[in-house]
């Protein structure tokens, strides 16, 4: 079975400042995807970025972009220029050619955005 | 356009009542999910409906779980003589298959409280 693993349970960054959050998966399969959603205290849970295991370069939307090592098997999310809406909950997660559509999501990590 | 709907926003409800949660997926989905997000368990898989197959019920906990998808749109949650355990968010989420790894789009969610 797939397992994802954020092992930073809070993180926070001053406005304007990067922060990096971490994020390791375990999987025998070959092709999957990743994504990293967002889910504010409105409990809407938003998608943030998405990369596909074929494909080696990194995904990047604005100032949001990840680290993929599928060596590695892991998958980081750097947000640059960290403004105070980018506070919320974030979570990894893995979608497998095997897992019939479902998402495998990590534990979470609370990003707090200081001013 | 209209993103995925849920109701009610918030249930109380005491122990051993069934309660019924409403998912509307976006028009056009074919794909709907059903995932929990419990303090103690993270954001789990529940059910998943894909057009006119069987669904997958791997993920319901106990017999107590049902679900059904009525006209290949809305779904209906059911939980059956409801314990203190099942409290919780319920998240639901549509997709469909124009979009890479079937990306989800998730609902607001219906918090669970049993009392």
């Known amino acids: 079975a797939q397992t994802v693993t954020q092992s930073q349970p809070e993180m926070s960054v001053q406005e304007a400042e990067t922060v990096t959050l971490s994020c390791t998966y375990d999987?025998?399969?070959?092709?999957?995807?990743l994504f990293w959603y967002k889910q504010p205290p409105s409990r809407q849970m938003i998608l943030v970025i998405r990369?596909?295991?074929?494909?080696?370069q990194n995904a990047t939307e604005n100032r949001f972009s990840v680290n993929f090592q599928k060596a590695a098997k892991s998958f980081s999310l750097k947000i640059s220029d960290s403004q105070l809406g980018d506070a919320a909950m974030y979570f990894c997660?893995?979608?497998?050619?095997?897992?019939?559509?479902?998402?495998?999501f990590g534990e979470g990590t609370q990003l707090t955005v200081n001013p | 356009g209209a993103g995925v709907s849920q109701s009610p926003s918030n249930k109380v409800t005491e122990k051993g009542k069934d309660v019924e949660l409403r998912c509307d997926p976006i028009?056009?989905?074919?794909?709907l999910y059903w995932y929990r997000q419990s303090l103690g368990q993270g954001l789990e898989f529940l059910i998943y409906?894909?057009?006119?197959?069987?669904?997958?019920k791997s993920g319901l906990p106990s017999d107590r779980f049902s679900a059904e998808r009525t006209g290949g749109s809305v779904s209906t949650l059911t939980i059956q003589r409801t314990q203190q355990e099942d409290s919780a968010v319920y998240l639901c989420?549509?997709?469909?298959?124009?979009?890479?790894?079937?990306?989800?789009?998730f609902g607001p969610g219906t918090r669970l409280t049993v009392t």
């Open positions: 989420a549509s997709s469909t298959k124009d979009r890479p790894g079937y990306e989800q789009y």
């Open positions: 999987t025998s399969e070959s092709d999957y995807y």
């Open positions: 990369q596909e295991a074929y494909k080696q």
């Open positions: 997660a893995y979608l497998g050619e095997t897992s019939g559509s479902r998402l495998t």
């Open positions: 028009s056009g989905h074919t794909a």
């Open positions: 409906f894909q057009g006119n197959s069987a669904p997958d």
